[in-house]
């Protein structure tokens, strides 16, 4: 109903099922593997600067980095898609390129700290409480939608925070949607939770609200005991506003 309401020089249109979509990832993906795929007659493009529109769009390493790696997205167009997938494989077998599945590519975001729409970002959240207050420009020429009540949101303390939590015991896995607890009481719940095999221990976000309104902070929550209810059983957890790996983001710089 929104977006039918809204002028039509504002809409965009998705043409997603016409695109494949590849991504390889690690610093140990090296350039020429990409070339050695993108030149290969079969895929019918060139070298170049690796994005040549006539079938295969290849961003840059700066372009992407949800996986907290650097690494390329390629983008296929569907009729495309397995030749290219091969050619990647045909090319990989030096470096030991393997298929990661999706429960690994989400796990390797939450110990970035990378917050996914639908789960840390829904409707209800507002970028203060997610922790992505930097990218609100609230002084931008026209206005935007939505910029009065960011204006009042952010005037308010955050006593409702993203952070992000990991268990001490490295046995226990998280699903997501458990209970989280500060000195035995809940105040929250997981958003998304997996095993983090990086740091070696379930990983996961989740948002924290204090009842007395005041602004959940590095102290508050330095100051508490945090637990995860894990069907009944409570686990000890770290909680923290910034991720457990590469908070400084190094490792997606060039």
């Known amino acids: 109903i929104w977006l039918v309401s809204q002028p039509a020089q504002s809409l965009a249109f998705v043409r997603s099922d016409h695109f494949g979509c590849a991504l390889r990832h690690g610093l140990f993906v090296p350039l020429h593997l990409l070339q050695c795929v993108l030149g290969r007659e079969e895929c019918r493009v060139g070298l170049g600067e690796l994005r040549d529109q006539s079938h295969v769009t290849a961003k840059s390493p700066g372009c992407l980095a949800h996986r907290f790696e650097l690494g390329w997205e390629l983008h296929v167009p569907v009729e495309f ?42 409707p209800d959240d507002n970028p203060f409480q997610a922790g992505l207050g930097w990218a609100v420009k609230l002084d931008k020429p026209g206005g935007f939608i ?22 001490a015991d490295a046995e226990p896995l998280l699903w997501g949607g458990e209970a989280l607890l ?16 990086t740091i070696g221990a379930s990983v996961g976000m989740g948002y924290v609200k204090r009842d007395d309104d005041a602004a959940v902070d590095a102290a508050w929550l330095d100051g508490g005991r945090f637990e995860v209810d894990l069907a009944g059983i409570r686990l000890a957890a770290k909680v923290s506003l910034r991720p457990p790996y590469d908070s400084a983001g190094a ?3 060039l």
């Open 182 to 197: 500060r000195d035995g009481k809940p105040v929250g719940d997981l958003t998304s939770a997996g095993y983090g095999h």
């Open 251 to 253: 490792r997606i710089k």
């Open 81 to 122: 898609a397995v030749r290219v997938f091969e050619a990647l494989h045909e090319a990989g077998v030096a470096v030991g390129l393997r298929d990661a599945g999706y429960y690994a590519i989400d796990t390797l975001r939450l110990e970035k700290g990378y917050r996914a729409w639908g789960r840390e970002l829904t």
């Open 146 to 167: 939505g910029r009065k009540a960011l204006i009042e949101a952010k005037s308010q303390p955050l006593s409702r925070r993203l952070v992000s939590v990991v268990l």
